[in-house]
């Protein structure tokens, strides 16, 4: 079940990531910021959905360094986040907010689907 949420977590964290940056581009700071917030609050809910998820393996699990090279990824994938939308607020080149958010999402979906179990096998 806990899996579930976190997925579902990360959909919507995507997709109010989108919402803000569309906001931002059309001019829309009040709505922007607002859900900006609602995104901060999401990750609250990927954060413990994830460390829950994480617990399972830090019982000696021969995956152990896996799930927790896949949990700071994860966390780098929401400072790219981060850093992409205060980037694209105060009107600066969010290059390098990009890259963080792309390589840390492709390592923690490569990791949470193809390696650790409860993904795609």
């Known amino acids: 079940m806990n899996t579930h949420l976190h997925v579902t977590a990360w959909v919507v964290a995507f997709i109010l990531l989108i919402v803000a940056i569309v906001l931002h581009k059309k001019g829309n700071e009040k709505a922007a910021k607002i859900v900006h917030m609602i995104l901060r609050l999401?990750?609250?809910?990927?954060?413990?959905?994830?460390?829950?998820?994480?617990?399972?393996?830090?019982?000696?699990?021969?995956?152990?360094?896996?799930?927790?090279?896949?949990?700071?990824?994860?966390?780098?994938?929401?400072?790219?986040?981060?850093?992409?939308?205060?980037?694209?607020?105060?009107?600066?080149?969010?290059?390098?907010?990009?890259?963080?958010?792309?390589?840390?999402?492709?390592i923690t979906l490569v990791l949470g689907f193809f390696r650790l179990p409860g993904g795609f096998h």
């Open 42 to 106: 999401d990750y609250l809910v990927i954060l413990y959905s994830g460390g829950d998820l994480l617990m399972n393996y830090l019982n000696g699990s021969p995956l152990m360094a896996e799930a927790i090279v896949k949990g700071i990824a994860g966390i780098g994938v929401i400072a790219g986040m981060e850093m992409t939308l205060g980037k694209i607020k105060d009107g600066d080149s969010a290059k390098v907010g990009w890259i963080v958010l792309l390589v840390s999402f492709l």
